[in-house]
């Protein structure tokens, strides 16, 4: 008996003397795991994994508790106190969990082992690093957590906050597509063979949380000034903040048996422990981080290679496609493009042999250079159609070229210097205003400058109310910008915000909180002066251009373009007679309750061929109010001549709607033309285009030949051409403005129409009335701002 007490204090004893996430077993194994956690089966969640709109491979999602759970009391043990509990997530295939730290009197050891009871997996806990920490990754469904600690912690220091429930381990058979090639498999060239072995070194999946899921990339270990620090590069869309990285798992040596067998070699090795997040950039969607922990033993560093790929270069990729064994491809460079969304270019690749998938997001494309394979960019994208049907279709990645400059400082390839503002996010102090921005009016920051190859400027800025920024330059420097978040997510990111400069411009819709302007130059390398403007306006979160109508009434409409808190509303319909009538109200403000109103006209001028165009008469005629009851639904009241019409009206759909949102700039990049058009040297008439997918509907306001108001439908306009539509045109008759019930209304056509936009924001109009052929340039009419602008 005391033979047996004397060998379990030595065996203790010898491994308190270890390094705490170097032991492979549980220190104190005797204590038992008292379940602390256990919850029922998810309802109504994937069980299998699936991919986001991003392109990220979802493989579960997190279960937060209600409220974070207790763990048992601390034992005596090792020189120390110990832990050990379980917790368990029916059908989970693995699990990890969220461990909420409070006051925590150092750094502990954590062992946890699943199902799996011959594996036990360790990391340290450092309170330094965050509030929180989680587990490795075990499979099953249950995973038994001890943690180890020198001095005794107290009750609250460490808590169960929430549980990772994974549809798939990230060690699973994933089931890459076939076209895909192990790194077991050779390519037959000898030397190209001998640069893969050593590169798969370099390469790690990653697991981590985002948003609320678990999902895998893939990584690799870069060689720096600073090593052998451990520095992780992968995607913007993969970990893009701290907690993320906080989260994150790297698994190594992940590779199949031999090539013809991709059942896992069982040689993987994990390193929990996450990382500390260093720099980050949406616009080339590249993320570095310091992993908190060393890599394996076996790991070697990638180098860097920052010189600009050049189109027809062969390259290599190296990734975890479907999270599956380590795969290779090869391709060819081919031209710079651009994204829907980030706004620089990015390398454009055309794969030989081998494809990308997801899950190997945020991997590496290199290229053979003094007898290694160098970094050159990181995984952004590929065709949706990407397959082994289509192999050869483009994939995107974000250029090392640009983010290089970017974290040259962080690496120790050049020094951190003065600049005139941060170039990271967290390292902002001071907001540009000292009240939130809407109070403030706008914000001009003069003089500013991108000081070296690679400066980037955040100006962090309050938003009080809900409310519509917009953030741009001014000077002759080529800028992009983006607007990031108070958790330094990306919310809008733009280049060029008009043809007429490069500056760089965004206008966003957001609530209450913190935000972000990030500037940088276009060029990685330029440098030089500009200046920062900053403005909010509080308008409706919802834009209401369209074209409404009540669908049990065909034959009348109402225009309705929004800007700013001004409706301009332009109503379509008939005389008593059964003529066309249109009446506008041409300034429709705001009111308290939400409503627009305003006076209602009616109109007289030159016949619509007049050449020069003449004045106008105006003459008001009553009132008109718009209730908006949601997006798409409306009350509208006007009074003409004394008779009150009240209308319940909805937006027209004759094909998908557009989504409508604001601008501060021309437009001129819009490719949606949805809006009121005019010739402002030719006051009183005008053209409404409401634009739906590749259809045009125009109305258009103009004057018969008595003078008396007449207006005119194109209904189906078709695209012929990019900015081109045509299609015939029609004059209706119908009842009475105010009849109840609605009658039926006559078609003629009278002839057609067509458009030529030379952009978003100018164009020419040709019609033709009863054998009279107009031509007329044509720009999108400003009566407030911010403006209207629609993507379909």
């Given at each position: 008996?005391?033979?047996?007490?004397?060998?379990?204090?030595?065996?203790?004893?010898?491994?308190?003397?270890?390094?705490?996430?170097?032991?492979?077993?549980?220190?104190?194994?005797?204590?038992?795991?008292?379940?602390?956690?256990?919850?029922?089966?998810?309802?109504?969640?994937?069980?299998?994994?699936?991919?986001?709109?991003?392109?990220?491979?979802?493989?579960?999602?997190?279960?937060?508790?209600?409220?974070?759970?207790?763990?048992?009391?601390?034992?005596?043990?090792?020189?120390?106190?110990?832990?050990?509990?379980?917790?368990?997530?029916?059908?989970?295939?693995?699990?990890?969990?969220?461990?909420?730290?409070?006051?925590?009197?150092?750094?502990?050891?954590?062992?946890?082992?699943?199902?799996?009871?011959?594996?036990?997996?360790?990391?340290?806990?450092?309170?330094?690093?965050?509030?929180?920490?989680?587990?490795?990754?075990?499979?099953?469904?249950?995973?038994?957590?001890?943690?180890?600690?020198?001095?005794?912690?107290?009750?609250?220091?460490?808590?169960?906050?929430?549980?990772?429930?994974?549809?798939?381990?990230?060690?699973?058979?994933?089931?890459?597509?076939?076209?895909?090639?192990?790194?077991?498999?050779?390519?037959?060239?000898?030397?190209?063979?001998?640069?893969?072995?050593?590169?798969?070194?370099?390469?790690?999946?990653?697991?981590?949380?985002?948003?609320?899921?678990?999902?895998?990339?893939?990584?690799?270990?870069?060689?720096?000034?600073?090593?052998?620090?451990?520095?992780?590069?992968?995607?913007?869309?993969?970990?893009?903040?701290?907690?993320?990285?906080?989260?994150?798992?790297?698994?190594?040596?992940?590779?199949?048996?031999?090539?013809?067998?991709?059942?896992?070699?069982?040689?993987?090795?994990?390193?929990?422990?996450?990382?500390?997040?260093?720099?980050?950039?949406?616009?080339?969607d590249s993320t570095l981080m310091l992993l908190n922990r060393p890599a394996p033993e076996g790991t070697l560093l990638a180098p860097l290679n920052p010189a600009?790929?050049?189109?027809?270069?062969?390259?290599?990729?190296?990734?975890?496609?479907?999270?599956?064994?380590?795969?290779?491809?090869?391709?060819?460079?081919?031209?710079?493009?651009?994204?829907?969304?980030?706004?620089?270019?990015?390398?454009?690749?055309?794969?030989?042999?081998?494809?990308?998938?997801?899950?190997?997001?945020?991997?590496?494309?290199?290229?053979?250079?003094?007898?290694?394979?160098?970094?050159?960019?990181?995984?952004?994208?590929?065709?949706?159609?990407?397959?082994?049907?289509?192999?050869?279709?483009?994939?995107?990645?974000?250029?090392?070229?640009?983010?290089?400059?970017?974290?040259?400082?962080?690496?120790?390839?050049?020094?951190?210097?003065?600049?005139?503002?941060?170039?990271?996010?967290?390292?902002?102090?001071?907001?540009?205003?000292?009240?939130?921005?809407?109070?403030?009016?706008?914000?001009?920051?003069?003089?500013?400058?991108?000081?070296?190859?690679?400066?980037?400027?955040?100006?962090?800025?309050?938003?009080?109310?809900?409310?519509?920024?917009?953030?741009?330059?001014?000077?002759?420097?080529?800028?992009?910008?983006?607007?990031?978040?108070?958790?330094?997510?990306?919310?809008?990111?733009?280049?060029?915000?008009?043809?007429?400069?490069?500056n760089t411009g965004i206008t966003q819709l957001v609530g209450p909180g913190t935000y972000y302007f990030s500037v940088a130059a276009w060029n990685p390398g330029?440098?030089?002066?500009?200046?920062?403007?900053?403005?909010?306006?509080?308008?409706?979160?919802?834009?209401?251009?369209?074209?409404?109508?009540?669908?049990?009434?065909?034959?009348?409409?109402?225009?309705?373009?929004?800007?700013?808190?001004?409706?301009?509303?332009?109503?379509?319909?008939?005389?008593?007679?059964?003529?066309?009538?249109?009446?506008?109200?041409?300034?429709?403000?705001?009111?308290?309750?939400?409503?627009?109103?305003?006076?209602?006209?009616?109109?007289?001028?030159?016949?619509?061929?007049?050449?020069?165009?003449?004045?106008?008469?105006?003459?008001?005629?009553?009132?008109?109010?718009?209730?908006?009851?949601?997006?798409?639904?409306?009350?509208?009241?006007?009074?003409?001549?004394?008779?009150?019409?009240?209308?319940?009206?909805?937006?027209?759909?004759?094909?998908?709607?557009?989504?409508?949102?604001?601008?501060?700039?021309?437009?001129?990049?819009?490719?949606?033309?949805?809006?009121?058009?005019?010739?402002?040297?030719?006051?009183?008439?005008?053209?409404?285009?409401?634009?739906?997918?590749?259809?045009?509907?125009?109305?258009?306001?103009?004057?018969?030949?008595?003078?008396?108001?007449?207006?005119?439908?194109?209904?189906?306009?078709?695209?012929?051409?990019?900015?081109?539509?045509?299609?015939?045109?029609?004059?209706?008759?119908?009842?009475?403005?105010?009849?109840?019930?609605?009658?039926?209304?006559?078609?003629?056509?009278?002839?057609?129409?067509?458009?030529?936009?030379?952009?978003?924001?100018?164009?020419?109009?040709?019609?033709?009335?009863?054998?009279?052929?107009?031509?007329?340039?044509?720009?999108?009419?400003?009566?407030?701002?911010?403006?209207?602008?629609?993507?379909?």
């Open positions: 008996m005391i033979r047996t007490l004397l060998a379990v204090f030595a065996a203790a004893l010898a491994a308190s003397a270890l390094p705490a996430a170097a032991t492979e077993a549980f220190l104190v194994p005797r204590i038992a795991a008292q379940e602390v956690v256990h919850l029922d089966a998810p309802a109504g969640k994937s069980a299998v994994p699936t991919v986001t709109g991003s392109g990220l491979l979802r493989i579960g999602d997190v279960r937060a508790l209600p409220k974070s759970q207790e763990i048992p009391g601390w034992t005596p043990a090792a020189g120390g106190y110990v832990t050990r509990f379980r917790v368990t997530s029916d059908d989970a295939v693995g699990l990890r969990v969220r461990l909420d730290l409070g006051v925590v009197p150092g750094a502990m050891s954590m062992r946890v082992q699943g199902s799996d009871l011959a594996k036990v997996e360790s990391m340290d806990i450092d309170p330094t690093l965050g509030p929180e920490s989680w587990t490795p990754w075990t499979e099953g469904n249950s995973q038994v957590i001890e943690i180890y600690s020198r001095v005794r912690p107290s009750e609250d220091a460490v808590r169960v906050g929430a549980v990772l429930h994974m549809v798939t381990t990230p060690l699973a058979k994933a089931g890459a597509a076939s076209c895909t090639l192990s790194t077991a498999c050779s390519s037959d060239d000898p030397t190209l063979d001998g640069l893969i072995d050593e590169r798969r070194k370099s390469v790690a999946k990653i697991q981590f949380v985002r948003g609320g899921s678990g999902f895998l990339c893939s990584a690799t270990l870069v060689d720096t000034p600073r090593r052998p620090q451990p520095y992780l590069l992968t995607a913007n869309h993969c970990i893009d903040d701290q907690p993320a990285a906080t989260s994150m798992t790297t698994i190594w040596f992940y590779e199949s048996t031999a090539c013809g067998n991709d059942n896992p070699s069982g040689t993987a090795v994990q390193v929990a422990g996450g990382a500390q997040l260093v720099y980050t950039s949406f616009n080339v600009l790929m050049t189109q027809g270069a062969s390259i290599v990729s190296l990734s975890h496609p479907h999270g599956d064994t380590m795969r290779w491809g090869t391709g060819t460079v081919g031209p710079q493009l651009r994204d829907a969304e980030r706004p620089y270019d990015m390398y454009s690749v055309n794969f030989n042999r081998g494809i990308i998938e997801p899950g190997s997001s945020g991997s590496g494309v290199f290229t053979a250079n003094n007898g290694h394979l160098e970094l050159r960019g990181i995984l952004s994208q590929g065709d949706d159609n990407l397959s082994c049907a289509q192999p050869t279709l483009f994939t995107l990645y974000g250029r090392l070229e640009a983010f290089y400059p970017e974290i040259s400082a962080y690496i120790g390839a050049t020094s951190l210097v003065t600049d005139d503002a941060p170039n990271r996010p967290q390292d902002v102090t001071t907001t540009v205003s000292s009240t939130p921005l809407e109070v403030a009016g706008t914000v001009t920051l003069p003089d500013r400058r991108i000081d070296f190859a690679g400066d980037v400027d955040v100006y962090k800025f309050t938003i009080a109310n809900t409310s519509v920024i917009t953030a741009s330059t001014t000077g002759g420097m080529d800028t992009v910008g983006v607007i990031l978040d108070g958790n330094t997510h990306e919310v809008m990111a733009n280049d060029d915000a008009q043809t007429s400069d490069t330029a440098t030089g002066t500009y200046g920062v403007t900053l403005r909010a306006d509080r308008v409706d979160s919802t834009n209401h251009t369209a074209l409404w109508w009540n669908a049990n009434e065909s034959g009348w409409g109402i225009n309705i373009n929004h800007q700013g808190n001004i409706v301009f509303a332009t109503l379509f319909t008939y005389n008593p007679n059964g003529t066309p009538l249109w009446l506008v109200m041409s300034k429709g403000d705001r009111q308290a309750d939400g409503s627009y109103a305003g006076t209602l006209y009616k109109t007289m001028g030159p016949v619509f061929n007049a050449q020069p165009w003449s004045p106008i008469s105006l003459q008001a005629v009553g009132t008109m109010s718009l209730v908006f009851t949601g997006d798409a639904a409306a009350a509208l009241t006007y009074t003409y001549n004394g008779a009150t019409v009240t209308k319940a009206i909805t937006k027209q759909s004759f094909r998908t709607l557009p989504t409508c949102s604001w601008s501060s700039f021309d437009r001129s990049f819009a490719d949606n033309f949805q809006d009121l058009w005019w010739n402002q040297n030719e006051s009183g008439w005008g053209v409404n285009v409401t634009h739906q997918e590749d259809v045009l509907f125009a109305t258009l306001f103009t004057y018969n030949a008595s003078g008396q108001p007449m207006w005119y439908v194109m209904s189906d306009g078709e695209r012929t051409a990019p900015g081109q539509y045509s299609g015939a045109l029609y004059s209706t008759t119908g009842p009475a403005f105010n009849a109840t019930p609605w009658t039926a209304v006559g078609l003629t056509q009278v002839g057609s129409m067509s458009f030529n936009f030379t952009d978003g924001n100018t164009g020419t109009m040709t019609y033709t009335v009863n054998g009279v052929q107009v031509t007329k340039a044509i720009q999108r009419q400003v009566f407030s701002n911010p403006k209207t602008q629609c993507e379909q």
